[in-house]
C-alpha cells in the first residue's frame, strides 16, 4: 500500500510541474506578442518609408525622357519645350495639369494630355490643330484656321483642298466672323460647294460668295438650312447679285 502511494505522489508531482512549465511558457508568450507586434509594425513602416523615399524623392523614378506624341519635328520640339519639368525630377511629384496647361496655351495645340509612363518618361499626348479654311487677312497673308475659327499659323501657300476665304476688313479676321464662314461652308450641298469661286468675309453678319458669275450676299451665320433652300430656288433665275442675309425677305437683282 505504501508503495502503491508513493507512486501515485511521484505522478502528481510531475504533473503539477509539467503543468507549470505549461503555464510559464504561455505566459512568456502572452509577453512576447505585443512585441512581435510593435516590430512588425515598425518593419511595415520602414518599408513604407522606404518605398515612398524611392518613389517620391530619389532618382530612380525620376523624369529622364519626354515624349512627345501626335505630332513631329519643330512642332513636337516646340512642345517638349513647353515641358519645363528639370530632368531627375520625381515622376510622381511632376505637377501633369500645369504642364498640360504650358502646352496648351501653344496655338497650334488643339487638345492635350500629360501622363506617367514608368519607370523614366513623361509622356505628352497632342492632338494639332487641323485647317478648315485658310483666310486671306487685308495685309495678304494667307492664315490657316481651324474648325474652331481658330487661326494658328501663316503659310506661304494654301494646302491642296482648302477653301480661301478673304477678309475684306478687319472685322472678317474675327473668330465670330470666321465661324460665320465656317457654317456657310458646312451648310452648301456638295453641288453648290463645288461652283464656290470666292467668299468674302467683312464681319460676323456679312458674309458674300461668287457662284461663277452670281454673287450671293450670305449675311451671317444663322437660318443657314433656311437660306440654303431660298438660294437653291433663286438661282431658277436669272438675277445676277442674290440676297438671303434676310431670308424672309430675299432679294434679287
Do not use: C, Y
Not at 37 to 57: F, I, P
Not at 78 to 95: I, K
Not at 142 to 153: H, R
Amino acid at each position: 500500500m505504501s508503495l502503491g502511494t508513493h507512486t501515485r505522489s511521484g505522478e502528481g508531482s510531475r504533473g503539477l510541474s509539467s503543468s507549470t512549465s505549461r503555464f510559464r511558457e504561455r505566459s512568456l508568450a502572452r509577453r512576447r506578442r505585443p512585441w512581435r507586434r510593435v516590430l512588425a509594425t515598425l518593419a511595415a513602416v520602414a518599408v513604407t518609408a522606404g518605398l515612398v523615399w524611392v518613389v517620391g524623392w530619389s532618382t530612380v523614378f525620376a523624369v529622364q525622357d519626354v515624349e512627345v506624341l501626335g505630332v513631329s519635328g519643330a512642332e513636337a520640339d516646340a512642345v517638349a519645350a513647353l515641358v519645363e519639368v528639370p530632368e531627375d525630377t520625381p515622376l510622381v511629384r511632376v505637377d501633369t495639369a500645369a504642364v498640360a496647361d504650358r502646352v496648351r496655351a501653344r496655338v497650334t495645340v488643339a487638345e492635350v494630355s500629360v501622363r506617367r509612363s514608368w519607370p523614366g518618361t513623361l509622356t505628352v499626348d497632342v492632338v494639332g490643330r487641323t485647317p478648315a479654311i485658310v483666310l486671306k487677312n487685308p495685309e495678304g497673308q494667307l492664315e490657316v484656321v481651324d474648325a474652331t475659327g481658330v487661326a494658328f499659323g501663316v503659310v506661304k501657300k494654301a494646302p491642296t483642298d482648302v477653301p480661301v476665304v478673304t477678309a475684306t476688313t478687319s472685322g472678317g479676321t474675327t473668330r465670330e466672323a470666321l465661324r460665320s464662314a465656317l457654317a456657310l461652308l458646312d451648310e452648301l450641298p456638295p453641288d453648290l460647294a463645288a461652283k464656290v469661286t470666292s467668299v468674302r468675309v467683312s464681319s460676323a453678319n456679312l458674309i458674300t460668295f461668287a457662284l461663277g458669275s452670281r454673287t450671293v450676299v450670305w449675311g451671317g451665320g444663322e437660318e443657314s438650312v433656311r437660306k440654303v433652300a431660298i438660294l437653291q430656288a433663286l438661282l431658277e433665275t436669272k438675277a445676277k447679285t442674290i440676297d438671303v442675309s434676310a431670308p424672309d425677305t430675299p432679294v434679287t437683282r
